[in-house]
């Protein structure tokens, strides 16, 4: 792999048109594995703050020991009686350090990397660069809601950066984001830039000054979006991620979400990921010690105090990502709802369904129809709430779900990232996740889910997909339904659900006083309904 990523490091990727098809991923001919028991570890934390951390030893050997290390230094040593929790004080803020454990012969066992909080202001912003539907608010809203706020976040943040920019990006071409950097560059910032091998990257074929690495040759691809400045500092340090690839359709046309936190010790989680793909720490990238795929390691704290707010971050493929979203689906007690590009997981639909079986609610948008077919099949046949998109102009690009949201009992979660719900995401890609233990960020994306929802259905409660075949095709100014059952009616409703026009059962109608745009087109099959998206111009 290192020659080879050698030999592509700057290499030109034109020649190939970039279509929007291109973001989604033939992830398996999904072959049903269970999955890797999550890294069994020692001991596990009880507490921790920017000065000390607290342990439970899990283990029942009662001659272990434990050695606190930063930066590979030796830092102290525990003194504990078996039994009794294990406390490390006089700690640094928002600092990486390991705890290491070993057996009564001195070998060693575990190597358990954690991080403490840091002295940031935790601040968290999200964008969406379409709109939300309001009306679901607690009171709490998006820091933005088009796709211009969205990309001159992007652009502030960058711009804001002091000393260093750590970018993980799967495809590039949105010029506004690549002059960006280069102005970072100009005035001083070290700029470092990692991107798929496969990728065209139109924006990163020429006048680029600073080094990029391209990676993931092999069985999976860097389908990461993330962007660090600054990690060493408590009040310049941010990470970026989400949704969204620097492009022209992912900036302005498809549904996508950036989420930002101002964060030192999130800042110095994700600097590890990126230093183990570039190979190094330094400008230039380390092609013998850089690793992609499943050549990683599992060496990432998980568990980070953001200004109160509990999040979890893991990275694929090392980290057994599924195994943790799966955690929050079993625990799920009232509502979850699912946005997701591809969706071809065996595992989490599993889960899925049997949290719709004990009578947990579940809503899913899915995109790629063709590749979910299975799973949306088996949605189907359980009785899941469930709409594929996939007829829809723009790519809905999301990879998020909300469970619990809103709930009196219950706490609410949400979790997002780059990782599409599929093997190879889980398996093979290199991807980062994050999961939020917060009513209020569960709230904001809940509306966008909300916005999307009502887009394309016209009765987000009683609307459900029917198993039969429906096609709705626009011919020169006429509508041209078919069906594999009979039905009882049409309905033509705009994108928002404001009804227009209702027909009987009839196959063709006359569409043309139509202004251009995006309408839903809902049939219903003796009170069951279903919803395709059609697009007039």
Not at 278 to 291: A, Q, R
Not at 312 to 339: C, H, K, L
Not at 351 to 358: E, G, V
Not at 362 to 371: A, G, S
Request: a negative charge.
């Amino acid at each position: 792999m290192n020659f080879l990523s050698y030999f592509f490091l700057n290499l030109p990727y034109s020649k190939k048109r970039l279509i929007k098809i291109a973001f989604i991923f033939l992830s398996v001919f999904a072959v049903n594995i269970h999955l890797a028991e999550a890294q069994s570890q020692s001991i596990s934390i009880v507490d921790f703050g920017s000065d000390f951390i607290e342990f439970e030893q899990i283990s029942d050997n009662e001659n272990m020991s434990f050695e606190l290390f930063r930066n590979d230094q030796f830092v102290a040593k525990s003194d504990f009686d078996f039994g009794q929790n294990i406390r490390y004080s006089n700690l640094l803020p928002g600092t990486i350090y390991e705890l290491r454990s070993k057996d009564d012969n001195g070998i060693l066992i575990d190597v358990f990397p954690f991080v403490t909080k840091s002295k940031s202001s935790g601040e968290i912003r999200i964008y969406f660069n379409n709109n939300t539907d309001e009306n679901f608010s607690n009171g709490m809203v998006a820091d933005g809601e088009s796709a211009d706020v969205m990309e001159d976040a992007i652009i502030d943040l960058i711009d804001a950066a002091q000393h260093t920019l750590s970018i993980c990006t799967y495809n590039t071409n949105r010029e506004n984001i690549v002059d960006a950097l280069r102005r970072a560059y100009d005035r001083g910032v070290e700029v470092r830039l990692i991107t798929d091998v496969d990728r065209n990257n139109f924006g990163l074929q020429s006048n680029i000054p600073f080094p990029i690495l391209r990676g993931a040759i092999g069985d999976g691809i860097m389908h990461n979006k993330f962007i660090i400045t600054d990690a060493e500092f408590d009040d310049l340090a941010w990470v970026q991620t989400g949704s969204v690839n620097y492009t022209d359709f992912q900036m302005t046309e498809d549904p996508n979400h950036a989420i930002m936190i101002q964060d030192k010790a999130l800042a110095q989680v994700y600097l590890i990921e990126f230093n183990e793909m570039w190979g190094s720490s330094s400008l230039t990238p380390n092609l013998v010690n850089s690793k992609f795929g499943d050549k990683k390691s599992d060496n990432t704290p998980h568990f980070l105090n953001i200004n109160g707010i509990e999040v979890e971050s893991y990275f694929s493929p090392s980290d057994n990502t599924d195994s943790f979203i799966m955690d929050r689906i079993d625990a799920a007690q009232e509502e979850i709802n699912v946005a997701m590009l591809i969706f071809t997981r065996w595992e989490l639909r599993d889960a899925l369904i049997a949290a719709h079986n004990r009578g947990v609610t579940i809503k899913m948008l899915i995109e790629d129809e063709e590749n979910s077919r299975d799973n949306l099949d088996r949605f189907d046949q359980a009785g899941l709430t469930t709409y594929y998109i996939d007829d829809n102009p723009t790519l809905m690009h999301h990879k998020y779900a909300i469970i619990d949201e809103g709930s009196a009992s219950a706490q609410a979660y949400l979790i997002t990232g780059s990782q599409n719900w599929t093997y190879s995401g889980n398996r093979f890609n290199d991807e980062n996740t994050l999961i939020f233990k917060d009513a209020d960020i569960a709230n904001i994306f809940r509306q966008e889910f909300q916005n999307l929802w009502k887009g394309i259905s016209t009765n987000t409660e009683n609307t459900i997909e029917a198993s039969v075949e429906f096609g709705a095709i626009i011919n020169h100014g006429e509508l041209l339904i078919s069906s594999s059952v009979p039905y009882q009616s049409v309905l033509v409703s705009s994108i928002s659900g404001q009804q227009l026009s209702l027909y009987k059962n009839i196959e063709l109608i006359n569409v043309s006083h139509l202004p251009p745009g995006i309408y839903v087109v809902t049939i219903n099959q003796a009170g069951v309904y279903q919803s395709k998206k059609v697009y007039i111009d």
